[in-house]
């Protein structure tokens, strides 16, 4: 049936839009610093768990989302910091590792921070759904899609229009040649951790009211963005948005037509896939411009 399908397409494009902001932020980090940052998962938990309590606490709706953004981007740049910048010298594949602890050390500390249950975000306009062709979609689904493309458009923005970002776009396409011209790579890659841990708590923000959050919703999240930035091309922009819509679009209506026992399963057989027969995936081999 239409209704189905549209149904379908709504909520996969809601997960797109989230997988789309968290897979910017791996691309972000990697053309960075070559590094794939397996904690960007726990910025989207940090974004959502954060603006939860403060929220609780009495805080007004957008000055607690401020705070939660502005939080997770100090974790970034404090993680790229005491972590990455000390161990800048090794090997890629002790970097990642690196971030993997971190992750692991984040999620261990929300635990004590916080607690290990279920949270739920108020939603930002109410919660009626709104028929469209036979189908409903929540108010959040539209914010979710909404902020989502309007930071994707700001990025667009900053990029092509900043020093700053003209700098990060020369770091990532040659980061000897940028240092030659007197551009700050050091700065460079701690700016990129500071947008990717904000584009993440932004998602996990976004996400709160619909899907709830808790200190380990993290996991997950990372490893569908990873799967979405695999998809269309690690180390390309518009593939990391492309990645992410496809796969919140063929999770939801896999989990639609197939089984919803099998939703988080349809990712990581993707990965599998792209992994064997695509390894550059879908933009990587082509993309003319990084961030």
Do not use: C
Not at 14 to 21: D, H, S, V
Not at 207 to 228: C, E, S
Not at 261 to 277: E, G, P, R, T
Request: charged share 10%; glycine share 12%; hydrophobic share 60%.
């Amino acid at each position: 049936m239409l209704s189905q399908a549209v149904q379908f397409l709504f909520s996969g494009l809601t997960l797109g839009a989230i997988y789309a902001l968290v897979a910017l932020g791996f691309t972000l980090i990697f053309n960075a610093s070559h590094v794939i940052n397996f904690a960007q998962g726990e910025f989207v938990m940090i974004g959502g768990m954060t603006t939860v309590f403060l929220v609780g606490f009495g805080l007004p709706m957008p000055m607690a989302i401020a705070l939660a953004v502005a939080a997770a981007t100090g974790i970034g740049m404090a993680l790229e910091k005491l972590a990455v910048e000390p161990a800048r010298q090794a090997s890629i594949t002790t970097l990642i590792i690196i971030t993997i602890g971190a992750s692991i050390f984040l999620r261990g500390l929300a635990q004590l921070v916080w607690d290990k249950k279920l949270h739920a975000l108020p939603p930002f306009t109410g919660d009626a759904p709104i028929g469209i062709l036979g189908a409903t979609i929540l108010p959040q689904s539209l914010w979710a899609m909404g902020v989502g493309v309007l930071l994707l458009l700001a990025l667009r923005w900053f990029f092509a229009r900043t020093l700053l970002g003209q700098a990060m776009l020369a770091t990532a396409n040659n980061r000897m040649a940028a240092q030659l011209v007197g551009i700050n790579v050091r700065r460079i890659l701690l700016l990129s951790f500071a947008l990717s841990a904000a584009l993440g708590a932004a998602a996990g923000i976004l996400i709160a009211p619909i899907t709830l959050t808790a200190y380990d919703v993290g996991t997950n999240i990372g490893l569908k963005g990873f799967a979405a930035v695999m998809l269309g091309g690690l180390g390309s922009s518009a593939g990391a948005v492309l990645g992410g819509l496809l796969l919140g679009i063929a999770e939801a209506f896999g989990a639609g037509y197939v089984s919803s026992a099998y939703k988080d399963a349809f990712a990581f057989v993707i990965i599998m896939l792209v992994l064997l027969w695509m390894p550059r995936g879908l933009l990587g081999g082509a993309a003319a411009e990084r961030v």
